[in-house]
């Protein structure tokens, strides 16, 4: 079974400054990992997944994660944030080989304050 | 090409009601899996079907059931609502069986309040 903590609840942030959103997770398989965000009243869409291959993993709209297997993260990534980043992110797992259904986070909210 | 639809936006239901709620995947898509969204909290998984046979199920009651057509749309129905039922229900496609590289994409869900 995977879990999966997201240790910020909600991270508020100033406009253009650096913002990291910590994601830790728990398998005894091994994962693939994703990021999603959720704009108020809408659904969610995909910033980026790691799969396998390079650890760092480049996703729409200037996010980066980084995958470190021995500290199991997955922590996401911008260096410089806008307004319109405001939104609720969510960290997914799901075990390789699983039918695919993804474990979610309880989500962290950014707050990008001008 | 049109995204994941779901039908409908909102809907208000009474303790002890059934709803049915309806999602149209992405063209092309044949697996679709269905989470439950509580204020505040992460998506929980509650089904996935693929090929119109059901391939995995979340930890939730039998009063929770789905089922997908032909066409790749699928249905989920929940029987004698509770309170506790009221939720974001979304729905997500994916190309394939959904193992883990397929990725997912969501509609923008049915709010769902019982009163």
């Known amino acids: 079974a995977q879990s999966v903590t997201q240790l910020d609840s909600q991270v508020p942030v100033f406009e253009e400054a650096p913002v990291e959103l910590r994601c830790n997770y728990s398998?005894?398989?091994?994962?693939?990992l994703f990021w999603y965000v959720q704009y108020p009243n809408q659904g969610l869409q995909l910033l980026l997944k790691?799969?396998?291959?390079?650890?760092l993993v480049k996703g729409i709209n200037g996010f980066e994660a980084e995958f470190n297997k021995s500290q199991t993260s997955f922590h996401l990534r911008k260096p410089s944030v806008h307004i319109s980043d405001t939104a609720e992110y969510f960290c997914?797992?799901?075990?390789?080989?699983?039918?695919?259904?993804?474990?979610f986070g309880k989500g962290t909210k950014l707050s990008v304050k001008p | 090409d049109a995204g994941v639809t779901q039908s409908p936006t909102h809907l208000i239901k009474t303790r002890g009601q059934h709803v049915t709620l309806r999602c149209s995947p992405i063209?092309?898509?044949?697996?679709v899996s269905w989470y439950q969204q509580v204020l505040g909290q992460g998506p929980q998984f509650i089904f996935q079907?693929?090929?119109?046979?059901?391939?995995g199920r979340g930890n939730f009651p039998d009063r929770f059931s789905a089922r997908q057509f032909p066409n790749y749309s699928s249905e989920l129905n929940v029987n004698a609502l509770l309170l506790g039922d009221s939720a974001l229900y979304l729905c997500?496609?994916?190309?394939?069986?959904?193992?883990?590289?397929?990725?997912?994409?969501f509609g923008p869900g049915t709010r769902l309040t019982v009163l």
């Open positions: 398998s005894s398989v091994s994962v693939y």
């Open positions: 997500a496609s994916s190309p394939g069986q959904g193992i883990g590289t397929d990725t997912q994409y």
């Open positions: 997914a797992v799901s075990g390789r080989g699983s039918q695919g259904n993804l474990i």
């Open positions: 079907y693929y090929e119109k046979e059901e391939r």
């Open positions: 063209s092309g898509h044949k697996s």
């Open positions: 790691y799969l396998s291959g390079s650890t």
